[in-house]
């Protein structure tokens, strides 16, 4: 069974900046498979935000998050990680981490084509 934890959370300013991580318990899993990252706002669904290939090779992102958001892998750390900027008050969300332990060149944005998930990162952000 596999361990998704995500830190990097926490109570910012419009306009800031956070750097959000996740770790797994399997060493070297992020090389194999695909992760995303997702976001639940209070009183919506969760939606994608970013997901990141095995190699690293190909990210692709949400409209939303284009030219905000940033996707990205450190095989020597074993985290996946997402750099938010220009934070703004919307973005206040529960961000999680989600892994799919099958290869898909596909951009798969659905929580159901996910099947390992961490306990989420809780960000908010004041106006």
Do not use: H, M
């Given at each position: 069974?596999?361990?998704?934890v995500?830190?990097?959370?926490?109570?910012?300013?419009?306009?800031?900046?956070?750097?959000?991580?996740?770790?797994?318990s399997?060493?070297?899993?992020?090389?194999?498979?695909?992760?995303?990252?997702?976001?639940?706002?209070?009183?919506?669904?969760?939606?994608?935000?970013?997901?990141?290939?095995?190699?690293?090779?190909?990210?692709?992102?949400?409209?939303?998050?284009?030219?905000?958001?940033?996707?990205?892998?450190?095989?020597?750390k074993?985290t996946?990680d997402?750099?938010?900027?220009?934070?703004?008050?919307?973005?206040?969300?529960?961000?999680y981490?989600?892994l799919?332990?099958?290869?898909?060149?596909?951009?798969?944005?659905?929580?159901?084509?996910?099947?390992?998930?961490?306990?989420?990162?809780?960000?908010?952000?004041s106006?």
């Amino acid at each position: 069974q596999v361990q998704l934890v995500e830190s990097g959370g926490g109570l910012v300013q419009a306009g800031g900046s956070l750097r959000l991580s996740c770790t797994a318990s399997a060493r070297s899993i992020f090389q194999y498979w695909p992760v995303a990252w997702f976001r639940q706002a209070p009183g919506k669904e969760r939606e994608f935000v970013a997901r990141i290939l095995w190699s690293g090779a190909d990210s692709s992102y949400s409209d939303f998050a284009k030219g905000r958001f940033t996707i990205s892998k450190d095989n020597a750390k074993n985290t996946v990680d997402l750099q938010v900027n220009n934070l703004k008050p919307e973005d206040t969300a529960i961000y999680y981490c989600a892994l799919r332990s099958s290869r898909s060149q596909f951009v798969l944005s659905g929580t159901r084509q996910y099947n390992y998930w961490g306990q989420g990162t809780q960000v908010t952000v004041s106006a």
